[in-house]
């Protein structure tokens, strides 16, 4: 069985940083394409920022510049270090991984359980 689990939201002043930890676990075989979404209430989720098992990167135009993906194939882990946060960034992020697990032919995704971060003076 395949797990991600997030560490890392909470509480920060406008201007401020925060780091969030996405940690695959589990059968895994290949991580491919990992990612971060994030999503208000009522809202649909959207896609913050993508790094593939090279490490490529890709973000939404709103984080380009401050949000930085990152990734250590030998963790299974894949980080979002975000800089210079603004109030409309406060929303529950979470991570996603494309994943092949044992005795699997094909990938899935799978999604982490979300971290809230809230950016409040």
């Known amino acids: 069985q395949v797990q991600l689990v997030e560490s890392g939201g909470g509480l920060v002043q406008p201007g401020g940083s925060l780091t969030l930890s996405c940690r695959a676990s589990?059968?895994?075989?290949?991580?491919?394409?990992m990612r971060w979404y994030r999503q208000a209430p009522g809202k649909q989720r959207e896609l913050v920022a993508a790094?593939?098992?090279?490490?490529?990167?890709n973000y939404a135009d709103s984080v380009k510049g401050r949000f930085t993906i990152s990734r250590d194939n030998d963790k299974s882990t894949v980080y979002l270090q975000m800089n210079s946060l603004k109030p409309e960034d406060t929303f529950v992020y979470y991570c996603?991984?494309?994943?092949?697990?044992?005795?699997?032919?094909?990938?899935?995704?799978?999604w982490g359980q979300g971290t809230q971060v809230t950016v409040s003076s």
């Open positions: 996603n991984a494309n994943i092949r697990a044992y005795r699997f032919a094909r990938a899935s995704d799978y």
């Open positions: 790094i593939t098992s090279g490490g490529s990167t």
């Open positions: 589990g059968s895994i075989a290949s991580l491919n394409d």
